[in-house]
């Protein structure tokens, strides 16, 4: 199991940045594939980026193609997500998940281990 901690949620204007960090701890976090999820209140969490273990690869939701990043560093067994040009929408609880199968291409599903999340509020 891998143990999940997310950081650098906040309140930020519309149009503005946010970088968030999800620290990894426990068993070996450099072959899994690692997402990020949020959900807003009232509605179901979603899909919103995925790396692949060696970040070769990154997928992301359709409504933050273009303004956000995944990103991660297995020596500091941390992934990131930097988010630009943030929207009221973007407004959530943003999540930190692994998945453990062993050098798998990430979907928007099947995740395994799960941060308690950051908030992300955007004013407008």
């Known amino acids: 199991q891998v143990q999940l901690l997310e950081s650098g949620g906040g309140l930020v204007q519309a149009g503005g940045s946010l970088r968030l960090s999800c620290a990894a701890s426990?068993?070996?976090?450099?072959?899994?594939?690692m997402g990020w999820f949020r959900q807003a209140p009232g509605k179901e969490r979603e899909f919103v980026a995925a790396?692949?273990?060696?970040?070769?690869?990154?997928y992301y939701a359709d409504s933050v193609k273009g303004r956000f990043t995944i990103s991660r560093d297995n020596d500091k067994n941390a992934v990131y997500l930097q988010m630009n040009s943030l929207k009221p929408e973007d407004t959530a609880v943003y999540y930190c998940?692994?998945?453990?199968?062993?050098?798998?291409?990430?979907?928007?599903?099947?995740?395994?281990?799960w941060g308690r999340g950051t908030q992300v509020t955007v004013s407008s």
């Open positions: 426990g068993r070996i976090f450099s072959n899994n594939a």
């Open positions: 790396i692949t273990w060696n970040g070769g690869n990154t």
């Open positions: 998940a692994a998945d453990r199968r062993y050098r798998v291409v990430p979907g928007t599903s099947g995740y395994d281990d």
